[in-house]
């Protein structure tokens, strides 16, 4: 293969015959290894990843042990980095090439079938197939045809590769608002505020909800949330709440208040209680960020009748989570699940992060190096982190 061209005109430097990645393994290990780095074929182009997020389905248990049944895998599906070769014949779309510092999805659709002319992108029977070979956490990458040229797309010339890396999971977030058919205007409760909850609050603001509530155990998240797109802080779990005591406002004049904790089946009254009182009735949308029947029955207590509530989370297959279906039918509550997101959440996502409404850096929280990266999985699981981010 020719060296390729960069766009000031400069050849880059052959490719190395071998590169690390990060595999990660049915017991949830992780280890550096070395690989062959790949060469890409017709329509596809290879990018060295510069850094890579891991997300929060790269710790549960059953996905892990799904995707490793043939052993050990490259992990990671968060990448960054840069165009380094094309494949023979490839014609990239406009505004990439060679030297392009770009975000790549790990899946993209055919735009052609019928769940791409619906604009259900996760559904195509393409969009299911690997479009970033081996994976995220990997120092050289192979991307698609199909991921080339519909879902990669080119970062500003000021973005941190921390833009890039966030891409994709604002995305989902902007895809799970898209799917609830969101209103600006809206009432909006976010259930955990781990790192995808203040990622939907943080859109929700961005999309014009005039109310903000966020329901979390930690302190330290609701905290954070208060700093950044919170007008509500409730408060479940049973410490203190940091520098600011339960009832009182937190600067910006945020209402930090405590709801029933204990027993576990007081929450969802306890919460929705909280709302009534300060809304008058329950959220026109509920964001329930975290999987399992516990969130999503406080959030179906927790919204208005004729409210939405987002499960954004999976449970484990075979563990369905049961609903009060009386409830549920006679105060008509939607329930919408959502998965992933398409083209054009990313294209809104990017667009929301270059903006400066998706705070990146502030949102990892934590760095570090390939050969750390055993570390960083084990930090992902750390209350003070958000985002923690591997720098290939």
Known sequence: MPEPARPDGSVSPPLPERMRVARLDAGGRVEVAWMPVPRPG?????????????????????????????????????????IVALGPGTTPPPGLRVGSRVFVHHHAPCMGCAACRRGDYVHCPVWRRAGLIPGGMAEYAVVAPQVLQHDTLPLPDDAGWEVGVLVEPVACAVHALRRAAFRPGSRVLVIGAGFMGQVLGLVARAWGAVERAVVDRLPGRLAWAARRWATLVIDVGDGEAGSSAPGTALPGTVPWLRAPAHPAAAEPAGVARVLQERWGEGADLVLVSPAGEEPLRLGIAAARPGGTVVMFAPTAPGRDPAIPGHDVFFREIRLVPTYSAGPDDTRDALALLAAGLIPAAELVTHRYPLEQVATAYRRVKDPDALKVVVEL
């Not at 248990?61 to 050990?72: F, I, L, M, S, T």
């Open 42 to 82: 017709p329509g596809e182009a290879l990018v060295r990843v510069r850094a890579c997020g891991i997300c929060s389905s790269d710790l549960l248990d059953w996905y892990v042990a799904e995707k490793a049944r043939q052993g050990p895998f490259v992990f990671g599906h968060e990448p960054a980095g840069e």
